[in-house]
């Protein structure tokens, strides 16, 4: 009797916890979107930087990102609302690496003091890459940035908007959301970059 009483416990039990694991992952949110609270965006050249190939000692090189609050979308008829969709973020944030060639097949990475940058818009910070953040302008509704990077030595140099992707021919953005709000990804092409993500240019 007491046997026959631990089973029907037993099979209520697995029944129970049963139920509950279905209702566990039938309200999980199987989109990945969803669960990390993220929306991407596909745009084009909203980071741009000149085609220029020589410059001087003493000259700067300028890269300049400028993004509208709505943002026209590859393939969708409707722009999307950055600074409404993110729930008000003022900052958008990038990276790129520029390096000088070292030898035949090497390249070190460039790197100067925060204070060197030529920030005429937006904000930046230097080190192992150039970290950039485009500062929203609620006068023209825009995220803008335009930092000048100093050329300080002759070389061979390239530039490039991969450090923290896989991707070669785009510049991967990402606003800087508050906790629980949802951050706009964006995946911007660049024109002027080669088959391998990079651009050269010479220092003279």
Known sequence: MVTVFKRKVMKKSAYLFLLFAISIFTSCDTNDDGFY???YIDASNLVTFSNQTNYS?????YVQGVIPRLLPEVGQTTPVDIYKTTNGATKIAFSYVIERRVNATDWEVVSV???QLDIEE????NGAYVYGLCLYN???QV????????LTAVGNYRVSFGYNSSSTNSVELRSLSEPKNLVAYIDSSINNLDSSGYFYFNVN
């Open 37 to 39: 609270n993220t929306v």
């Open 57 to 61: 000692t003493g000259d700067y090189f």
């Open 113 to 115: 003091n925060d204070n």
């Open 122 to 125: 937006g904000s930046a910070q």
């Open 138 to 140: 609620s006068t023209d």
């Open 143 to 150: 995220y803008n940035y335009r930092v000048g990077f100093p």
